[in-house]
């Protein structure tokens, strides 16, 4: 069943949430695209824990994690607001599986549309450069590279979809 687009108001942005379901019209089979029907019965659905927020400490670890991370593999964003703390929030949590950290970060760069797809599942994006990353011991890696790192596997990817298209704005 396909969902009504609807405008939501977040940190004075206005953003239009969409659905997977929109995402044939970029070429991909509908039946490919999560979460529901296939990833989650209604009784499982109902059954999804309700995520707890990232204590203070463990976030700021994350964002500063992040930033040294950017820096790694942009050296000339050193000492720019790319990288500095006070200017990286993480902007969604999507739990926590084998110790490792599921966020999407608002560092804010733009850039466009995309999406990813691992294990047949799809997370699709709408922009700003923003992707769902996950945090390992002070690591920071892309989905893609997490689960071939075996560090999450498809049974987290599914939670992790569900978390993203649930509570993204």
Request: with cysteine; aromatic share 10%; glycine share 8%.
């Amino acid at each position: 069943m396909k969902k009504e687009n609807k405008v939501s108001v977040n940190n004075n942005q206005e953003t239009k949430e969409g659905t997977a379901k929109e995402a044939p019209e970029q070429g991909i089979p509908e039946e490919k695209i999560n979460p529901e029907p296939e990833l989650l019965s209604g009784e499982e659905e109902k059954n999804k824990p309700e995520l707890e927020r990232l204590s203070g400490e463990m976030e700021r670890q994350i964002r500063e994690d992040y930033c040294n991370h950017k820096i790694k593999l942009w050296p000339f964003m050193a000492n720019t607001d790319d990288t500095n703390i006070a200017y990286v929030f993480i902007d969604g949590y999507f739990g926590t599986y084998n110790n490792c950290i599921a966020v999407i970060f608002d560092d804010g760069q733009w850039a466009m549309p995309k999406q990813d797809i691992v294990e047949g599942i799809v997370f699709g994006y709408t922009g700003g450069g923003r992707t769902i990353k996950i945090w390992d011991e002070g690591n920071i890696y892309e989905l893609l590279e997490a689960f071939d790192k075996g560090l999450i596997n498809k049974e987290d990817l599914e939670n992790i979809a569900y978390y993203w298209n649930t509570t993204r704005h």
